[in-house]
């Protein structure tokens, strides 16, 4: 298995309030992801990363923005939490970008109350 | 426009059926990928197919295979004798040489095997 860590699994919150979701991986792969899953929808891609602080935006990016520091680490940051936002995040690694297969982490539930 | 298509939301068989899980997809790139993954109740998404343009050659992997046809932009998966552990939910995806290093998914077929 792909040595990917999301934290945290499970988090409640209140509208308003920041939320910091982490990726961890220790794969040493360029190519690190954020995805949402909702019903209906599959996964929408929210931010990407090529490399340390390279990052680029996906096609759900509003009201989130990310940040990576070191390889190994992908932070996904709601500024202001917003109940639309209540969703189940995965992150996924990639060695070789578009041309190679995703490895997913096992899912954060995010609930905003 | 969506660039995955996956027509079928839910999909229930009897156990031993065989079932056809449809994919269609819409690129202008002459170099792209597609891939199949795995969803199981327990939420974890496995990967278990990754096709490149250029290889139509359909593939077996034990009861699982995959018919890739570029006439009709379609990248097909069929179990064979389905099982009660192939309950899930399946995900098509395409990665585009054109756009980088994003992956379109589509919205997920939800297969469920009865016993």
């Known amino acids: 298995d792909a040595g990917i860590t999301q934290s945290p699994r499970h988090k409640v919150t209140e509208t308003g309030t920041p939320v910091t979701l982490r990726c961890h991986q220790t794969?040493?792969?360029?190519?690190m992801y954020w995805y949402r899953q909702d019903p209906g929808h599959g996964l929408r891609l929210i931010h990407y990363?090529?490399?340390?602080?390279?990052?680029d935006k996906g096609e759900v990016s509003d009201g989130y923005s990310v940040s990576r520091s070191k390889t190994e680490d992908f932070l996904l940051t709601l500024e202001s939490a917003t109940s639309s936002q209540t969703s189940v995040y995965f992150c996924a690694i990639s060695r070789q970008g578009g041309t190679g297969e995703l490895f997913f982490g096992e899912g954060s539930r995010l609930t905003v109350l | 426009a969506q660039k995955v298509t996956q027509a079928q939301t839910e999909i229930s068989v009897v156990e031993k059926e065989d079932v056809t899980l449809d994919c269609v997809y819409e690129?202008?790139?002459?170099?792209?990928?597609l891939f199949w993954y795995k969803q199981p109740p327990s939420g974890e998404l496995v990967f278990l197919i990754r096709?490149?343009?250029?290889?139509?050659q359909n593939e077996i992997s034990g009861r699982y295979s995959w018919n890739f046809q570029k006439s009709t932009s379609s990248f097909n998966f069929t179990i064979t004798a389905s099982q009660v552990v192939d309950s899930a939910v399946y995900f098509c995806?395409?990665?585009?040489?054109?756009?980088?290093?994003?992956?379109?998914f589509g919205t997920g077929t939800s297969l469920t095997v009865i016993p």
């Open positions: 690129t202008r790139d002459t170099t792209y990928y």
């Open positions: 990363s090529y490399g340390v602080k390279d990052t």
């Open positions: 096709r490149n343009s250029f290889d139509e």
């Open positions: 995806a395409l990665s585009e040489a054109r756009t980088g290093n994003q992956f379109y």
């Open positions: 794969e040493n792969h360029r190519y």
